[in-house]
């Protein structure tokens, strides 16, 4: 099957990684995701990814620290998930390159936007960590900032639901899932995509953002194979 997509920005988030323990990183889980990827690097897709920390750490959520400090510490948990990821996926037998926003050379290279590109160009999977590097700016941030830097053509957001809704429907049955919504109705709306820095990001370089459950990992090879799964943003 010929993939719809040359160079993607995978957004993951840590809890995906965490599965049913909910916190820290399960390596089954890790794998299936990974075995996925793999698919999709193996069928030519130039492949960032970005993935979160909120299996670790919610800086946001502590309400008791100065939010420099908890942003710093949430950075370091995307570090921790970026290591764990490349660790799989390099047992796939992918080249893997983890870059962080903050230096710290002895496990990473510090992001180089023209290295990131040349290292998928060669076909090697790129794992963007540190988010930013700035505090006040979330991961989904990271992603749209990465995606516009490196050329993707579209940002996979893979989430534990199966696309966007009008409304929350863990708490609402009668949630109504998007097909597809635009940037202007999530913002207005408030629909939980993205926060609204990114999805802004996103509307202004005009990168799409598709989002689907990654609790079915093989949606990552169908998704860039251009099949209609999950919410498309755009």
């Given at each position: 099957?010929?993939?719809?997509?040359?160079?993607?920005?995978?957004?993951?988030?840590?809890e995906?990684?965490?599965?049913?323990?909910?916190?820290?990183?399960?390596?089954?889980?890790?794998?299936?995701?990974?075995?996925?990827?793999?698919?999709?690097?193996?069928?030519?897709?130039?492949?960032g990814?970005?993935?979160g920390?909120?299996?670790?750490?919610?800086?946001?959520?502590?309400?008791?620290?100065?939010?420099?400090?908890?942003?710093?510490?949430?950075?370091?948990?995307?570090?921790?998930?970026?290591?764990?990821?490349?660790?799989?996926?390099?047992?796939?037998?992918?080249?893997?390159?983890?870059?962080?926003?903050?230096?710290?050379?002895?496990?990473?290279?510090?992001?180089?936007?023209?290295?990131?590109?040349?290292?998928?160009?060669?076909?090697?999977?790129?794992?963007?960590?540190?988010?930013?590097?700035?505090?006040?700016?979330?991961?989904?941030?990271?992603?749209?900032?990465?995606?516009?830097?490196i050329?993707?053509?579209?940002?996979?957001?893979?989430?534990?639901?199966?696309?966007?809704?009008?409304?929350?429907?863990?708490?609402?049955?009668?949630?109504?899932?998007?097909?597809?919504?635009?940037?202007?109705?999530?913002l207005?709306?408030?629909?939980?995509?993205?926060?609204?820095?990114?999805?802004?990001?996103?509307?202004?370089?005009?990168?799409?953002?598709l989002?689907?459950?990654?609790?079915?990992?093989d949606?990552?090879?169908?998704?860039?194979c251009?099949?209609?799964?999950g919410?498309?943003?755009?």
């Amino acid at each position: 099957m010929n993939t719809k997509y040359k160079r993607v920005l995978l957004k993951i988030s840590g809890e995906a990684l965490a599965g049913k323990n909910k916190n820290g990183i399960d390596f089954d889980t890790a794998l299936s995701i990974g075995r996925a990827i793999k698919k999709c690097s193996d069928a030519g897709v130039q492949i960032g990814i970005v993935i979160g920390g909120g299996n670790f750490w919610r800086g946001r959520s502590s309400g008791k620290m100065d939010r420099t400090r908890a942003d710093h510490m949430g950075m370091m948990a995307t570090v921790i998930n970026s290591l764990g990821m490349c660790d799989v996926l390099e047992q796939l037998g992918i080249e893997v390159r983890v870059q962080t926003a903050i230096a710290m050379h002895q496990i990473a290279e510090p992001y180089i936007c023209s290295r990131a590109v040349r290292h998928l160009e060669k076909g090697r999977i790129v794992i963007f960590g540190c988010g930013t590097g700035s505090p006040f700016f979330s991961t989904d941030t990271a992603a749209a900032l990465r995606a516009a830097e490196i050329g993707a053509e579209v940002i996979l957001k893979a989430t534990n639901t199966d696309g966007v809704y009008d409304s929350d429907p863990k708490t609402n049955p009668s949630a109504k899932m998007y097909d597809e919504v635009s940037f202007e109705e999530v913002l207005s709306k408030d629909l939980k995509v993205m926060d609204s820095t990114a999805a802004s990001m996103c509307r202004d370089n005009h990168i799409p953002i598709l989002v689907f459950n990654i609790n079915k990992p093989d949606n990552i090879y169908e998704t860039m194979c251009g099949a209609r799964i999950g919410t498309i943003v755009k």
